[in-house]
């Protein structure tokens, strides 16, 4: 018997988001949806450790799909609370290499918060707005993932991500991903962003 997943708690209270997002989209968004992923994942892992032990055939096709979505789902949002602070903590521009590194590569950090703002919103159906680092070049790069493990650049570090599938925002935003997406910027926590950088490149 291995580890299992765990719902990280989050490193701020439920309603500290508030106004750009509320406790209760923040709690719902929490202890429902991304809950479901931690189950998800560890309900797999119990299944291949059961049919492993029984020598058991399994459709190793269909339990690997849902492992990566929901393992996906797991990873990503625990990124992406972390990436989160109560507005004054959060939000404005980041300072520092991450500064230096998104302008050398994007020419001005309002050319980067508009170019992840394009991907968040264009992403077709759900899926998440991702800043990561290439792990050959060392340039940032904007991954627009579809659902939680489509498109994705394998191997590159993720610095900051967004979510932007429908149950991420549709207490606070109805169907407006875009207002939601233009919520995102008062919230992004720039210290955990340049932190994740930190540990990359140090
Ligand atoms: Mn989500």
């Known amino acids: 018997m291995g580890k299992y997943y765990i719902l990280p708690q989050l490193p701020y209270n439920y309603g500290d988001l508030s106004p750009y997002m509320s406790e209760e989209q923040l709690r719902v968004h929490h202890t429902i949806h991304h809950q479901a992923y931690v189950n998800g994942a560890n309900e797999i892992l119990e299944m291949l450790e059961k049919a492993r032990k029984e020598n058991a055939e399994l459709d190793i096709k269909a339990a690997l799909k849902a492992l990566s979505w929901n393992v996906g789902g797991h990873l990503l949002h625990s990124i992406f609370w972390r990436n989160l602070a109560p507005p004054g903590k959060g939000g404005g521009t980041p300072g520092g290499k991450l500064a230096d590194l998104l302008a050398s590569e994007f020419r001005s950090f309002e050319r980067f918060k508009k170019e992840f703002t394009q991907a968040a919103v264009s992403v077709e159906g759900s899926g998440w707005a991702a800043l990561t680092l290439c792990s050959q070049t060392g340039r940032p790069m904007i991954m627009q993932i579809e659902k ?55």
């Open 148 to 202: 939680h493990n489509a498109n994705v650049f394998p191997s590159f570090p993720i610095l900051m991500v967004l979510d932007v599938f429908e149950h991420a925002y549709y207490i606070d935003y109805k169907n407006k991903r875009g207002a939601f997406v233009e919520a995102f910027w008062n919230i992004v926590n720039w210290d955990e962003v340049a932190k994740r950088l930190e540990e990359l490149i140090k």
